[in-house]
């Protein structure tokens, strides 16, 4: 059974940054693809960026790109979201999710292991 559990947010003000981490057991790490999704009170989760297991491809969603770098250090089996000049509209609780794939995937429907949320909330 693969676990997932992410830190790192918190209160920060516009402009400002944080680095989310999100540490796994249970798995072989380096098998897995991981992503990042949020989710805004009223609103479904969305996705927000994801690297392949072996950290050579990543992509993000349009309203995060130049502001958000996701990163993995497999020695550790912890993936990062570092989020830079944050705005309001990112305050969200924030997942990482894994999923065993050589690919890359996009779509939260395609992850099986999912940690349990940190929250990040962005004064105006």
């Known amino acids: 059974q693969v676990q997932l559990v992410e830190s790192g947010g918190g209160l920060v003000q516009a402009g400002g940054s944080l680095r989310l981490s999100c540490v796994t057991s249970?798995?072989?790490?380096?098998?897995?693809?991981l992503g990042w999704f949020r989710q805004a009170p009223g609103k479904e989760r969305e996705f927000v960026a994801a690297i392949t297991w072996n950290g050579d491809t990543t992509y993000d969603v349009d309203s995060v790109k130049g502001r958000f770098t996701i990163s993995r250090d497999n020695a550790k089996n912890t993936v990062y979201l570092q989020m830079n000049s944050l705005k309001a509209e990112d305050t969200a609780v924030y997942y990482c999710?894994?999923?065993?794939?050589?690919?890359?995937?996009?779509?939260?429907?395609?992850?099986?292991?999912w940690g349990q949320g940190t929250q990040v909330t962005v004064s105006p």
């Open positions: 999710a894994a999923q065993m794939t050589s690919t890359l995937p996009i779509d939260r429907y395609e992850y099986e292991y």
């Open positions: 249970g798995g072989t790490f380096d098998s897995y693809a």
